[in-house]
């Protein structure tokens, strides 16, 4: 076919026709090329045709012949295209609305307990053959619950607003920080009772709130479970019996556990109770920082003080306390790095901790 008799735009554009026509990936770019170079009016076609018209007499077969076969390719390009992109728009809203009746439909993703939840119920699980019941509190307590009845005194770090959340609108409010006014309630509540009750057993797991960005081991609100005891002639004999008992049946029967000297204002004495680290078995692990031990526990003998804010005689009475960080624990038992995992409820995490199915 000879291409010179035609004006050189024409020739250039047939040239790159070819790869025009499989570049279009849609009908309406289709469109827009059959209009370019077969339409009616301005198109290739229509000004060959004006080429042709005004061509000399004895080039007009000539080019007449050319002009038909380059008409006649450009058409038949166009149409097998355009029967393909029909095929593949079919094909795909075919598939858009695929739907069989017969299939059972897609189950719903089950919800489960959460890690945090489950380890909370695990410990009330280890301390429920032993007497004790779950008592629960406010998350909005009072500064004489969280702090006065506690024997934190006014000058104790704690109580800064640096560290407390207060409610600005209501003096003396706050977000608890720690489980441990649930003691003072649960105290006060059975002080006139307590010779016919001969005591009390309980846990206290929630949610507690401390003025803390957030980051790997921080978090503004985490949470504690507390347990206690009071009873006649209660030692630190008592709290290690107890303790230890529940930290072989959360750790397994061969757990070693030891108990450290502490201060926390509510108990005296106060004491640390350590599980050798279960990951390592006590040779030294990035878990435990090479001591072989993590610390799992806080606890102590209840401080006079705090029987005695509650309307309880403490030379009659006595008894001991002890709360656990569930986070700090988790992290620890789970090797989770991050304590923000358990709260971006992450189904692939949530899994991972064996929380989903
Ligand atoms: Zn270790």
Request: glycine share 8%.
């Amino acid at each position: 076919m000879d291409l010179t008799l035609l004006p050189p735009e024409i020739a250039e554009a047939h040239q790159r026709f070819a790869c025009s026509v499989a570049a279009s990936a849609d009908l309406d770019s289709l469109m827009r090329l059959k209009g370019e170079f077969t339409g009616r009016e301005a198109s290739h076609a229509s000004r060959m045709m004006d080429v042709l018209k005004t061509a000399p007499k004895e080039q007009k077969r000539e080019l007449g012949a050319v002009i038909n076969a380059l008409k006649n390719e450009w058409e038949e390009a166009l149409k097998n295209r355009q029967i393909e992109l029909e095929a593949a728009k079919k094909s795909a809203a075919s598939l858009a609305t695929s739907w069989d009746p017969d299939l059972p439909p897609p189950l719903p993703v089950h919800g489960a307990i959460h890690p945090l939840n489950r380890l909370m119920d695990r410990l009330v699980d280890v301390f429920r053959p032993l007497g004790y019941h779950v008592e629960e509190g406010p998350e909005t307590e009072t500064e004489a619950n969280n702090f006065d009845g506690l024997n934190i005194p006014e000058d104790h770090p704690a109580r800064g607003s640096a560290d407390t959340f207060y409610f600005s609108a209501h003096a003396g409010k706050l977000l608890r920080t720690h489980t441990s006014p649930v003691q003072v309630r649960v105290l006060q509540r059975i002080a006139p009772d307590i010779e016919k009750l001969g005591g009390i057993r309980f846990l206290a797991p929630g949610r507690v709130y401390r003025k803390d960005e957030i980051d790997p081991t921080h978090s503004p609100m985490f949470h504690q479970v507390e347990g206690m005891l009071v009873g006649h002639g209660i030692g630190m004999h008592h709290l290690k019996g107890t303790l230890s008992y529940a930290m072989k049946a959360l750790f397994g029967p061969a757990a070693d556990v030891r108990f450290r000297p502490s201060y926390f204002p509510f108990v005296e004495p106060g004491c640390e109770v350590d599980v050798r680290c279960p990951l390592c078995g006590g040779s030294g692990c990035r878990v435990c920082k090479g001591s072989g031990w993590v610390e799992i526990l806080g606890a102590g003998l209840v401080h006079p003080n705090v029987l005695k804010f509650a309307g309880i005689d403490p030379t009659v009475w006595s008894g001991f306390a002890f709360g656990m960080g569930v986070e700090r624990t988790a992290m620890m038992v789970s090797q989770t790095p991050d304590l923000r995992l358990f709260f971006e409820n992450d189904q692939r995490f949530l899994k991972a901790m064996g929380g989903l199915d």
